[in-house]
């Protein structure tokens, strides 16, 4: 078992430019989440896919954000025009529909310069 | 509205002491109930978790919480705290079937040797 497996862990990009974030759920895992957390705070939740489709998106997810996920294995978080307040941890985690709790994976740091 | 409270924003304690961090819910349905640990630059690890039964629930580590439904409360304790458990520490709630968490902001926790 390797567990969620997020890449890059680390990403600096230039405002205006555009990122993809990558995520390797648990290999029997249906269930895949994107959660965002900004310095002193909790995770709040971004999408949910069960499967390839994606069944709910937060407010948080604005037009510039757009998640995939299209053999219903890993995931991509893509975020266009990058701007500063963007800059975050971006947490996956996965479940199957029998576990009692998401496991999560490292993260991805954006640093939006 | 549904929401977490972390009151503590930072405890200190000596090794070998005890600990117990707050936590405060609200939620309009019969909540799941989690508290996760994350190490600096690290994801989030599930330490214990309360669907229904005993209110006392154990956990990985030594801790323990307790689920007071009268209080809204879901208090996380531990009898002889480590220097290895300085971590930040997030209670989380969600609906059953699905992992759409609601985090609190979180407590740091600092160990004195």
């Known amino acids: 078992d390797t567990g969620v497996s997020q890449n890059p862990r680390h990403k600096i990009t230039k405002r205006g430019q555009n990122v993809t974030f990558r995520c390797d759920p648990i290999?029997?895992?249906?269930?895949l989440y994107w959660y965002r957390q900004t310095l002193g705070q909790g995770p709040e939740f971004l999408t949910y896919?069960?499967?390839?489709?994606?069944?709910?998106k937060s407010r948080l997810l604005s037009d510039r954000f757009s998640a995939e996920r299209p053999k219903g294995s890993f995931s991509t978080l893509e975020i266009q025009r990058t701007e500063q307040g963007d800059s975050a941890m971006y947490l996956c985690a996965s479940s199957s529909t029998e576990n009692t709790e998401a496991f999560f994976g490292q993260g991805t740091r954006l640093t939006v310069v | 509205a549904q929401s977490v409270t972390q009151p503590d924003i930072h405890i200190t304690v000596s090794e070998g002491a005890s600990l117990e961090l707050r936590c405060n819910y609200s939620y309009g349905a019969t909540p799941y109930l989690f508290w996760y640990v994350q190490s600096p630059g690290q994801g989030l690890q599930l330490l214990l978790k309360y669907f229904s039964g005993d209110t006392l629930v154990q956990g990985i580590k030594g801790f323990e919480a307790e689920f007071k439904r009268s209080q809204s409360s879901f208090n996380l304790r531990k009898p002889s705290v480590h220097w290895s458990d300085a971590a930040e520490y997030f209670c989380?709630?969600?609906?059953?079937?699905?992992?759409?968490?609601?985090f609190g902001t979180g407590t740091r926790l600092k160990v004195l040797a």
């Open positions: 896919f069960q499967n390839e489709a994606q069944l709910e």
């Open positions: 989380a709630v969600g609906p059953s079937g699905t992992y759409k968490y609601i």
């Open positions: 290999s029997e895992h249906n269930r």
